[in-house]
């Protein structure tokens, strides 16, 4: 029997409740301490986890306290402190262009506006959104792959058959159902939740808080 739009709605409402209850105090897993620090951070976690960005940053941001700083650094010396990231040389990249139009266009502060953090070198609406929600406390919903994979899984857009989902389809989609002042911590829960439970390759179907109402559990019979 196919699920109506409304009693999809209501699911994603009740499903949340039980995250809500499992994580109840999710926060963002980049350390920072200003804005500038997270925008940074979320550039380096690129292709790879932010435990390991965590372990450059402190180095990096005392190298290169602002804007200014980073712009005028030598690319050696930052590839060196971001080596182990992977990727360091595009990096680098990304980054000195990053601090030099903040500090051209922007004073060296970063913006706190979708279409102005969107306009800078490398910055796409997951960095803007995770930047916005976290730094300025302005709703914002990043759509990483654990957020695609965890919100097919439980069916809560139409298009979960999808073998290429559209970031931003997902973003207008999952927050059209949400009180934009919960935007941010259910990105957060439900990336806490797909790095936990809802894993990639095999996920914890037997002990997921969701089993029970998740269209997509699967227990490990059938597996």
Not at 8 to 25: F, G, K, N, S, T
Not at 184 to 206: M, N, V
Request: glycine share 4%; aromatic share 6%; proline share 9%.
């Amino acid at each position: 029997m196919r699920e109506s739009k409304s009693a999809r709605i209501a699911r994603m409402h009740q499903e949340y409740d039980v995250l809500c209850q499992v994580i109840p105090a999710p926060k963002c897993a980049l350390n920072f301490t200003s804005p500038l620090q997270l925008l940074i951070a979320t550039v380096l976690s690129a292709q790879t986890t932010d435990k390991r960005v965590n372990t450059v940053t402190p180095e990096l941001f005392a190298t290169y306290p602002t804007a200014a700083a980073l712009a005028a650094a030598n690319p050696a010396q930052v590839e060196e402190i971001i080596h182990p990231l992977g990727f360091y040389r595009s990096k680098t990249q990304h980054l000195i262009g990053l601090a030099t139009a903040l500090d051209e266009r922007f004073d060296g502060r970063v913006p706190s506006t979708m279409e102005e953090l969107t306009s800078l070198p490398g910055v796409g609406r997951k960095t803007a959104n995770v930047v916005l929600g976290n730094a300025f406390d302005i709703p914002g919903f990043p759509v990483d792959t654990h957020v695609m994979r965890v919100t097919g899984r439980l069916r809560w857009r139409p298009d979960w058959r999808s073998a290429h989902p559209d970031p931003v389809k997902i973003e207008k989609e999952i927050t059209a159902c949400f009180p934009p002042e919960e935007w941010t911590d259910l990105s957060h829960r439900l990336i806490l939740f797909g790095r936990a439970t809802c894993h990639a390759r095999r996920p914890d179907c037997e002990h997921c808080p969701l089993a029970d109402s998740c269209p997509g559990f699967e227990p490990a019979a059938k597996r």
